[in-house]
């Protein structure tokens, strides 16, 4: 079992920087790729950001590329989102999740992964 507890979330203005955490605890996290979901209301889950289990292969989506950034501390089992240059738009629930692969497949789907914490709200104001 793997337990993830997101941290970092807020109110922002549009143009600033706010920085997601993900602490785990239970398994190796080394042994898992992470991914970061965002589910903004009335619309579906996507994955904007996915990092292997060694920190070497990085995926981000299309609308957050350039601005977010996704990085990983084994040594401390926990993985960050940093999120630059927000936008209203990327207001959302940030979840993220714990996929138990060594592979270099970037897993798209929330059901695809083997643990989920609980969410954090981020929110950008115009």
């Known amino acids: 079992q793997v337990h993830l507890v997101e941290s970092g979330g807020g109110l922002v203005q549009a143009g600033g920087s706010l920085r997601l955490s993900c602490a785990t605890s239970?398994?190796?996290?080394?042994?898992?790729?992470m991914g970061w979901f965002r589910q903004a209301p009335g619309k579906e889950r996507e994955l904007v950001a996915h990092?292997?289990?060694?920190?070497?292969?990085?995926y981000y989506a299309n609308s957050v590329k350039g601005r977010f950034t996704i990085s990983r501390d084994n040594a401390k089992n926990t993985v960050y989102l940093q999120m630059n240059s927000l936008k209203p738009e990327d207001t959302a629930v940030y979840t993220c999740?714990?996929?138990?692969?060594?592979?270099?497949?970037?897993?798209?789907?929330?059901?695809?992964?083997?643990?989920w914490g609980q969410g954090t709200q981020v929110t950008v104001s115009s």
């Open positions: 990092i292997n289990w060694n920190g070497f292969s990085t």
């Open positions: 999740a714990a996929r138990d692969s060594r592979s270099g497949t970037v897993a798209l789907k929330f059901n695809e992964y083997d643990y």
């Open positions: 239970g398994r190796t996290f080394s042994n898992y790729a």
